[in-house]
């Protein structure tokens, strides 16, 4: 571990040497690319130099008989051990991507379309709480003000980290606002996290590429606008197809459309990659149907529960809705986190 952290800190070295070189301040994707190994690097390189110093105090220390200062040191070496071999785990890819996200209504009819718009105005008010920007890309509304769909792009630091663990059916048990017996009902609806793919992560050949345009419409038909402003990209290879309406240009629905296809196929080549080297793969969505749910909102009992962690929060669900995903982000990272010094992943 000494010998990997050694050629770390001499890397970070050279990376800071980039970040202050002309020539490297001139080429924006050079630039960029630095900037994000020294973030990457930098708090390695401190806990290691930290370690440094206290290997140096402990040696003095104990030279000098201070049973007191090399129990204190001894101590310090453990945190910092510990702190050093989560740092060195192998970092995801996406970490510095932001994400798009796609919600959308599944089992349950219109209630699922309606429990989509609370789970995404529980993501929005998350990501107010922790400063990022959220920008909706698409949204295909519900008869009753739910969404059949919606798409949207969060952008900040850590959003891949805290929200890839969020794609997945999410279930929802409460009384529909359609019920007028008064009983529950099980409804879900699916969410998918995308890494937001650069034009450098994926090559997209015009040839592939099916475009159609029509005009956009709104609830029940009703025309939005009277030119053809609505686009609909079809990849020809894989038969990904996004269609996006939201904007009055034809550009830039055209622009946005492209971007969530992007994200699409890096997405399923990354799962593609992941699928050779591990059979195990859990596919994020599944079927959508309320059986296969990653997490539980149970409205009666104002609880929420995480199934693949058996972390139940009770008395909290109307916190979470409200943006309050801490303790839910924080268990699924331990957890993950867990597994991988383990071995398990």
Do not use: C
């Not at 699409?264 to 992941?274: F, M, N, S």
Request: a negative charge; aromatic letters at 4%.
């Amino acid at each position: 571990m000494l010998d990997r952290l050694a050629a770390l800190e001499k890397e970070y070295e050279e990376v800071v040497a980039q970040l202050g070189d002309p020539v490297v301040l001139s080429d924006q994707r050079r630039l960029r690319d630095a900037s994000r190994r020294h973030k990457q690097l930098e708090p390695i390189v401190a806990a290691y130099r930290q370690y440094r110093s206290t290997l140096e105090d402990l040696a003095v220390a104990k030279e000098l008989g201070m049973r007191e200062e090399v129990d204190l040191a001894e101590a310090r070496m453990e945190e910092l051990e510990a702190e050093l071999k989560l740092l060195l785990l192998p970092k995801d890819p996406n970490d510095d991507k932001n994400v798009i996200v796609e919600i959308r209504g599944a089992e349950g009819g219109e209630e699922a379309n309606l429990f989509a718009k609370d789970l995404f105005e529980m993501y929005q008010r998350y990501a107010e709480r922790t400063g990022w920007k959220l920008e909706v890309l698409g949204a295909d509304p519900s008869d009753m003000g739910g969404y059949n769909e919606i798409t949207f792009i969060l952008r900040g630091d850590g959003v891949w980290t805290h929200m890839k663990h969020e794609g997945g059916p999410h279930r929802v048990q409460r009384v529909p606002v359609t019920e007028s017996q008064g009983r529950i009902h099980t409804s879900s609806a699916t969410v998918t996290v995308l890494p937001e793919a650069e034009e450098v992560d994926i090559q997209v050949d015009p040839n592939d590429l099916k475009i159609d345009v029509y005009r956009s419409t709104g609830p029940g038909g009703q025309s939005v606008n009277t030119t053809d402003s609505a686009v609909r990209i079809t990849h020809i290879p894989t038969g990904v197809v996004v269609a996006m309406q939201d904007e009055k240009s034809q550009i830039q629905n055209r622009a946005k459309a492209m971007q969530v296809l992007r994200a699409r196929l890096l997405k399923a080549e990354q799962d593609r990659q992941q699928a050779e080297l591990s059979s195990a793969r859990r596919n994020q969505v599944g079927g959508g149907g309320r059986s296969e749910k990653i997490r539980t909102y149970n409205y009666k009992e104002n609880r929420v529960s995480d199934h693949r962690i058996n972390l139940t929060l009770a008395g909290k669900l109307d916190r979470v809705l409200q943006g309050d995903l801490d303790e839910l982000m924080d268990g699924l990272i331990a957890d993950e986190r867990a597994r991988q010094l383990s071995g398990e992943e």
